[in-house]
């Protein structure tokens, strides 16, 4: 969901207004996605590498996250959401985790939509973790070296509950994937909009969904 700062710049606002007005777009995106049956949605809302930003506006961010956590709760089970997240959790301020927790806890009944936020998420640092449970896997003699597959790994990845992702959609004109799943992605179809992602509305999704079916996806085989 890229894009929010330079909206707001291009428009002589507060790069924080462009997160509120992001904010209102996942709204949007996530009842449209409920609405046509998605059974997965994963969005990208704060990367490992987004702590390296001023300190006043990661402080903004997580403000928002939390209103916007326990403000939502309503909405997400009127439209029969369960809200999941992926990352480095424990990263975040304990006030965020809190309400994390009440409102993952709040939806774990919902059985239509899942929505899966990526908080302090790195695909490098998820794949560093999932080494490291693999490493004391051994260590304690629960796996065998010979063992360690494709499988192996994908069950040791914070993602282990969930399908790989078949479409990705990156806003704003950006061609790379910014550390995000990276493993789980291999296989995924990819489409780019220069649309900013306050901008990006139902109608760009559909857009994104038309074009995904039309696609052959072969897998590597012919």
């Not at 990208?44 to 903004?60: C, D, G, L, M, T």
């Not at 909009?193 to 139902?202: A, N």
Request: zero cysteines.
């Amino acid at each position: 969901m890229d894009g929010n700062g330079r909206w707001a710049n291009e428009r002589g606002l507060p790069r924080l207004e462009g997160h509120r007005r992001g904010a209102e777009r996942v709204r949007e995106i996530v009842r449209a996605s409920g609405e046509w049956g998605i059974q997965y949605l994963t969005l990208y809302a704060f990367s490992a590498e987004n702590w390296k930003r001023p300190k006043a506006e990661v402080e903004a961010l997580m403000r928002l996250l939390e209103k916007n956590l326990k403000d939502e709760i309503p909405e997400l089970d009127e439209n029969n959401v369960r809200l999941r997240a992926i990352g480095r959790i424990w990263d975040l301020p304990e006030r965020v985790q809190r309400q994390l927790e009440k409102s993952i806890e709040a939806t774990s009944t919902n059985t239509g939509l899942t929505l899966i936020l990526s908080l302090s998420y790195g695909s490098r640092g998820e794949i560093v973790d999932a080494t490291k449970r693999i490493a004391q896997d051994v260590k304690d003699g629960n796996l065998s070296v010979e063992a360690i597959d494709e499988d192996a790994i994908s069950q040791r990845l914070y993602t282990s509950e969930y399908p790989d992702p078949d479409l990705l959609i990156r806003t704003s004109g950006e061609m790379r994937i910014s550390n995000f799943l990276l493993w789980q992605i291999s296989y995924s179809e990819l489409w780019v909009t220069q649309t900013r992602w306050p901008d990006f509305r139902r109608d760009h999704l559909l857009r994104a969904l038309e074009d995904y079916n039309r696609r052959e996806r072969r897998f590597g085989g012919v």
